[in-house]
């Protein structure tokens, strides 16, 4: 293994910096992609980092009921949040649970579009679905005594209605939650009084004018529990920091510490990672010739000149073309008006509260991290992979989700990348340790490096500002 420079020295020596202010040695992103041979779109040419304050972030906003019982109210309870996709649920009839904490939605597609209901029946309060996922049917029967209701939500039947003269149909309408449509996703919010979804994302309407999400299909959708708060498991993945110690098998083919972190208002945050470079951290950089053989792996023979670099070519630009070529012909849909940075690189974005989202087309993700039932210390993570649409135009269906245990690797779920596997494995691997670490410290808090950790901080600091409405 290549040997790493000595970089982490003792902080303290970055004299006459202001706070925030150090980078790590080496080329910036915006330097990298700068030279590109085809040019990144402008949301990709921009940094947006400020800093955000150094105090300690406390253990007991992870573990403590009392607090997570008003993230529940406060967050879970007024937040947008996605969902389904729009492809879940394509005929009128479809309908998809959401559950988040205590909290279930019936999302539904009418004739009027799609609309949500709180999941509990009207008569005796049963869940009118008994647990998330995707379904259809002509109307909502409740499976205790039968009331039913049209899939627009009014009321149809009541079983011995003589016995029911006070239920006026027109007060038995079936309460809605607020439904917002982004992306192709499906987002709900509980707050009646909420914002529109449309301020609430921020700049991502406009950052993913180029990114149309909508045009991407679910090709893989995997759900892991997680022995965690369920800020804990987000925020393993709100930084890079982390690569060098637990993922040293990407280091050389990726720049994971001079990786971008900006911030933006109160819902959306991003990190932006430049593949097809080697980490500053390594004593020995790859070649450009290197960095792309390294990029492969599989069968050569059927690769040809395409990966050769050329005089005066850089990995990133042969990489990109090779990528924009093979995954056009393999999604039967042509990748040419991306960019190399779109096509490679690794571009996050977070959306308050659950969000994280990946316009690459190489790596294409979408995680969600939620609250499961009603205890602090467990989360469902889930991963899905989004793939562009064939030009036909036809939406393939979404897949089932692929469970995977919480003790099993995610080297179990057919179709997952094994190399992904493993950086999901050593990802959620460290988190159990962390959880019980909150509880075994003397020190109070996590203390965040003012850079590479800043997304983290604006997160917490965004979710202060949710629950400390329950507190006024
Ligand atoms: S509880 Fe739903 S019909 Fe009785
Ligand atoms: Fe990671």
């Excluded at 779109?41 to 955000?52: C, K, M």
């Excluded at 939605?105 to 309060?125: F, M, P, Q, W």
């Excluded at 079983?159 to 006026?168: E, I, N, R």
């Excluded at 050329?310 to 990133?316: D, H, I, K, L, N």
Aim: charged share 25%; with cysteine.
């Amino acid at each position: 293994m290549n040997d790493r420079i000595p970089m982490s020295v003792i902080p303290g020596d970055y004299a006459g910096l202001q706070p925030g202010e150090a980078r790590c040695p080496g080329p910036s992103v915006q330097d990298i992609v700068e030279r590109d041979a085809k040019p990144a779109p402008q949301a990709l040419r921009e940094t947006n980092y400020r800093f955000l304050g150094e105090e300690d972030i406390e253990y007991s906003r992870y573990t403590s009921r009392e607090f997570f019982e008003r993230e529940l109210q406060e967050i879970w309870g007024k937040t947008w949040q996605w969902a389904c996709r729009e492809e879940h649920i394509p005929q009128v009839g479809d309908y998809y649970v959401y559950e988040v904490g205590p909290y279930s939605v019936l999302v539904v597609r009418t004739d009027e579009g799609i609309k949500a209901y709180y999941n509990s029946c009207l008569h005796r309060g049963t869940k009118l679905r008994p647990e998330e996922g995707i379904g259809s049917a002509q109307e909502l029967r409740c499976p205790y005594h039968g009331w039913t209701w049209n899939l627009d939500g009014s009321l149809k039947s009541v079983p011995s209605a003589w016995d029911f003269p006070h239920v006026k149909p027109e007060a038995y309408t079936l309460p809605e939650v607020k439904v917002g449509l982004w992306g192709g996703f499906v987002f709900i919010n509980l707050d009646e009084n909420a914002e529109p979804l449309e301020s609430y994302l921020d700049v991502l309407p406009e950052h993913f004018g180029s990114w149309d999400m909508s045009k991407r299909y679910i090709e893989l959708h995997i759900a892991k529990v997680l022995p965690c708060n369920w800020k804990t498991g987000m925020e393993a993945f709100l930084e890079s920091y982390h690569v060098l110690e637990t993922h040293p098998q990407l280091l050389p083919g990726t720049s994971d510490a001079n990786v971008q972190y900006d911030v933006y208002g109160d819902h959306v945050t991003r990190f932006y990672a430049v593949g097809g470079i080697s980490s500053p951290h390594l004593e020995k950089r790859l070649t450009e010739q290197e960095l792309v053989d390294s990029m492969l792996v599989g069968d050569r023979s059927v690769v040809g000149d395409d990966l050769k670099v050329g005089e005066g070519e850089t990995a990133r630009t042969v990489m990109a073309r090779y990528l924009r070529k093979t995954l056009g012909e393999k999604y039967r849909a042509s990748l040419e008006h991306f960019s190399d940075a779109e096509i490679i690189d690794t571009i996050e974005y977070h959306v308050f509260p659950n969000m994280v989202l990946f316009p690459g087309v190489s790596l294409p993700m979408v995680y969600r991290f939620r609250p499961l039932g009603t205890d602090p210390e467990r989360c469902l993570f889930e991963i899905l992979f989004l793939r562009p649409v064939p030009d036909s135009g036809k939406h393939p269906e979404p897949p089932e989700v692929a469970f995977v245990g919480e003790d099993e690797s995610y080297g179990v779920v057919p179709g997952l990348d094994p190399v992904l596997a493993n950086v999901y494995d050593q990802d959620t691997g460290n988190l159990r340790s962390q959880q019980l670490g909150f509880k075994a410290s003397k020190k109070r808090g996590q203390t965040l490096g003012n850079y590479q950790e800043v997304r983290i901080r604006h997160f917490e600091q965004v979710v202060d500002q949710y629950v400390q409405r329950a507190v006024r």
